[in-house]
């Protein structure tokens, strides 16, 4: 199995599998919905350092980060896309 790789969304062309971790956004024509493990806290609000800090406590206090498992069927888990 391949190390976990991050690739950018604007990347061109993506694997044919992929799983997306990040907030909804738009990428050019692209619409990405929000994964459930998207980190909420808001760095405007919360200053970086204190966001990341809030999502890690939230993560690591669920058995599963936010309720589901990163698996998709068909799509190769090693290959994660951060926004």
């Known amino acids: ?21 990040g907030r909804r956004q738009w990428c050019g024509k692209e619409l990405f919905e929000a994964s459930p493990r998207a980190n909420y806290f ?12 809030r999502y890690e406590d939230k993560v690591r206090s669920s058995p599963r980060p936010h309720g589901t498992s990163a698996r998709t069927e068909g ?9």
């Open 1 to 21: 199995m391949e190390a976990t790789k991050v690739i950018n969304l604007k990347d061109k062309p993506r694997p044919e599998t992929y799983i997306y971790i």
């Open 42 to 53: 808001s760095v405007k609000r919360y200053g970086r350092e204190e966001a990341v800090r």
């Open 75 to 83: 799509q190769d888990p090693s290959l994660l896309v951060f926004a």
